[in-house]
């Protein structure tokens, strides 16, 4: 079983940077894949970036290539999300999940394929 807690959200002015956790309790397997999906007021759950656990493979959604970056820090069971040039529509509440494993019968952006959940944060970026 593992467990994700999330930490680091707030607010923060348009431009700005912020950088979230999301830290594992559990051993994580090595094709695991952990992700960042966020959820703004009536709007689905979506997207926003993904790390392998081993070997650091990354996936970012469109809308955050260039902005955002995914890392991994093993020896702390973290992976992390930096978040710069902040816009009001990154506004959500941000969920880190991970995968048991990966054998690619999903694709890695899907919700599908991650069976554990943080509990989320949010995060606020003022115009």
């Known amino acids: 079983q593992v467990q994700l807690v999330e930490s680091g959200g707030g607010l923060v002015q348009t431009g700005g940077s912020l950088r979230i956790s999301c830290a594992a309790s559990?051993?994580?397997?090595?094709?695991?894949?952990v992700a960042w999906f966020r959820q703004a007021p009536g709007k689905e759950r979506e997207f926003v970036a993904t790390?392998?656990?081993?070997?650091?493979?990354?996936d970012y959604a469109d809308s955050v290539k260039g902005r955002f970056t995914i890392s991994r820090d093993n020896a702390k069971n973290t992976v992390y999300l930096q978040m710069n040039s902040l816009e009001p529509e990154d506004t959500a509440v941000y969920y880190c999940?991970?995968?048991?494993?990966?054998?690619?019968?999903?694709?890695?952006?899907?919700?599908?394929?991650?069976?554990?959940w943080g509990q989320g944060i949010q995060v606020t970026v003022s115009a």
């Open positions: 790390i392998r656990w081993s070997g650091g493979r990354t």
């Open positions: 559990g051993r994580l397997d090595p094709t695991a894949y």
């Open positions: 999940g991970a995968s048991a494993f990966y054998d690619g019968v999903y694709s890695i952006r899907t919700r599908e394929l991650y069976d554990y």
